[in-house]
């Protein structure tokens, strides 16, 4: 039989296994602290505007930067990566091992953005180089003294082989799944014997 305080333990289980999807569903990860690139044409772009920020994941980019003067910056197709950049439905930023970038951002006001002279470096998550648009050149990723650029807020996502090795979100909610699974199976069993 159901005791009156196992209920609410699976609803305490159930919580915080939201609470731990949570961040595997959040999307932009780049550092609030670290966030602006510049272009001498349009201005700063803000590659962490709100909840529909650029994401960066270990083989490409995705999601928005913002600029006051060009609008939104898409980074990728709605149809996910990596991106073959063949046609108007694959087409984005990708991200190699090594943490090179290559591909297109797309903006409706300036058109697209060439990613081929940029890349993250692996051992500290910072953006280095420049993105290139024909109509509004180059796009400073990084300043030369350290006054802006954009870094990862978490070097987690880095492939290189200075990765490192840490308990993912999603590897947290699989274990918090798994106890829950067995948790449902010994309740059962128990139930079972009572018979």
């Not at 920020?53 to 003067?69: D, F, I, K, Q, S």
């Not at 300043?143 to 840490?166: C, F, H, Q």
């Amino acid at each position: 039989m159901l005791s009156p305080h196992k209920p609410a333990f699976l609803i305490l289980l159930g919580l915080l296994l939201l609470q731990t999807l949570q961040p595997v569903l959040a999307n932009p990860n780049i550092d609030p602290a670290n966030r602006f690139v510049w272009s001498e044409i349009v201005g700063w772009l803000n590659f962490a505007p709100g909840s529909n920020g650029v994401e960066v994941t270990p083989t490409h980019l995705r999601g928005y930067a913002w600029g006051e003067n060009i609008g939104w910056v898409k980074f990728g197709a709605d149809s996910g990566g990596p991106y073959a950049n063949t046609n108007a439905d694959n087409w984005g930023v990708n991200r190699a091992l090594t943490g090179e970038l290559s591909g297109f951002a797309w903006s409706e006001n300036v058109g697209w953005i060439n990613f081929n002279s940029a890349a993250i470096n692996p051992l500290n998550g910072e953006f280095e180089g420049f993105g290139w648009s024909e109509n509004i050149g180059w796009i400073h990723l990084e300043s030369d003294n350290g006054s802006y650029g954009v870094n990862i807020n978490s070097i987690v996502l880095s492939t290189g082989p200075a990765a490192i090795p840490t308990l993912s979100n999603v590897m947290v909610l699989v274990l918090a799944l798994l106890l829950l699974a067995m948790l449902l199976f010994h309740h059962s069993k128990r139930e079972e014997k009572t018979f």
